[in-house]
């Protein structure tokens, strides 16, 4: 059973950092890519960033420089750091994988999916 398990949301002031785990159970995690997607109110699901098994990453213009993704094959984790987060980076962020060696955008690429955890950045 394909498990994908979110954590570390929370409300955070803009500047804060928050650093969300997504914890992989049920398939092969070393042989998927992983991504990060978020959705804000009334907004569409849109790509944050995503990492491929063998470590190469792609991160969304608007987050470089301030998150980083990246995975423990040994833990079976992704992880995103997220650094001088801003309103508008409130959203309900989920992670994603695809059984692929390669880098992929699209939500609509990846074959499962969590539940998703609440980040909220505001004074």
């Known amino acids: 059973q394909v498990q994908l398990a979110e954590s570390g949301g929370g409300l955070v002031q803009p500047g804060g950092s928050l650093r969300l785990s997504c914890a992989a159970s049920?398939?092969?995690?070393?042989?998927?890519?992983m991504g990060w997607f978020r959705q804000a109110p009334g907004k569409e699901r849109e790509f944050v960033a995503t990492?491929?098994?063998?470590?190469?990453?792609s991160h969304r213009d608007r987050v470089k420089g301030r998150f980083t993704i990246s995975r423990d094959n040994d833990k079976n984790t992704v992880f995103l750091q997220m650094n001088n987060l801003k309103p508008e980076d409130t959203a309900v962020y989920s992670c994603?994988?695809?059984?692929?060696?390669?880098?992929?955008?699209?939500?609509?690429?990846?074959?499962?999916w969590g539940q998703g955890t609440q980040v909220t950045v505001s004074s």
């Open positions: 994603a994988a695809k059984e692929t060696a390669g880098l992929f955008i699209r939500a609509d690429s990846y074959d499962y």
């Open positions: 990492i491929t098994r063998g470590g190469a990453t």
């Open positions: 049920g398939f092969t995690f070393s042989s998927y890519a």
